[in-house]
Every structure is written in C-alpha cells, then in structure tokens.
C-alpha cells in the first residue's frame, strides 16, 4: 500500500500537482514508518521524496531538514561500508548539493557534491550520467566562484580592508 502511495506521490508531483503529491508521500511515509520502522531504506525513500517536493515547493528549510533525516537514517541503515554504493543515499546526497546552492552555501554544495561524484565514480563508472551532472555542476560552482572574485578589491571585498588592517596590527 504504501509504495502505491509514494508512486501516486511521484505521478501527482511530475504532474504539478504538489498538494495531492504532499499527501500522498505524508501518508506514504506514515504507513512506513508504523510498519517499517523510521529507518527503513524503504521509509527513507519516501523522506527523500517528500524533500524533493518541499524543494520544488520552495519549503527550503523542511527540505533541508528532510534530507538531512534522509542521509543519517541511511548512514544508520546501511552503515559505513555499504552507503557508498546505495543508488537512493547518493540521489540524496546529489539534490542535497543542490539546495545547498540553491539557497547559496556553495562550499557546502561543493562538499556534497564531490561525496557523491566519487561515490558514482566507484559504482557506476566514470561516464555515468550521474557523474557527467555531477561535474557539471561542480565545474558551475568553480566558475561562479572565479566570477564573484573578479573585480573584488579591499573596498568591494567584505573584510578585505579590515583583514589587512589587522595583519598591519599584528607582530611579524
């Protein structure tokens, strides 16, 4: 039952339909957590879908929290060894990259992104897709860094003047 109300969850959310897709992951991950347990990969399945949604929806800060619940319970289910190479703790690990930049904590999103690149690396070979969008991604972060650092100087670069005031301050 509750794997038919995820599915209706994902066809309502592809649809636009993001109310009816809420309910159905809310209730979904209910009948999860009461038959499985919170730690499921089955229920943390359906907590990494219902951060997408929250994501779409612009709940930044319950997606956040949702994935963040998503990626410890399957550190917590699957342990250290096999959580490399769980396809679903990568996914989440990759559109946890992405509100990370989506809400502009890059070094964050960089830190997320570069787990589940090597991670792909290791399951899925090099040319993946995944890593292909991975390194995309990446390669965005890096050239949008590059780009807000051009044309900074000690009057446009917050705390430049003040870091170099100090360091005058400070003995050699």
């Keep these: 039952m509750e794997w038919a109300l995820d599915s209706l969850g994902m066809l309502f959310s592809d649809q636009g339909k993001l109310a009816e897709a809420e309910a159905m992951y809310t209730r979904a991950l209910q009948g999860y957590e009461e038959a499985l347990g919170p730690k499921h990969t089955s229920t943390l399945r359906t907590v990494n879908n219902l951060g997408n949604l929250y994501k ?20 917590h289910a699957l342990g250290p060894e096999l959580l490399p190479s769980y396809l679903p703790a990568l996914s989440t690990m990759f559109t946890f990259g992405d509100l990370f930049s989506r809400t502009g904590r890059k070094d964050l999103a960089k830190v997320m992104y570069s787990r589940a690149l090597a991670r792909y690396t290791t399951v899925q070979g090099p040319s993946s897709k995944w890593c292909r969008r991975l390194e995309d991604r990446l390669q965005a972060l890096q050239v949008a860094s590059t780009e807000s650092k051009v044309g900074q100087n000690e009057f446009t670069e917050p705390g430049a003047a003040e870091s170099r005031s100090l360091k005058r301050k400070l003995p050699s």
């Design 56 to 75: 779409d929806q612009g709940k930044l800060a319950e997606a956040e929290a949702i994935y963040t619940r998503a990626l410890q319970g399957y550190e």
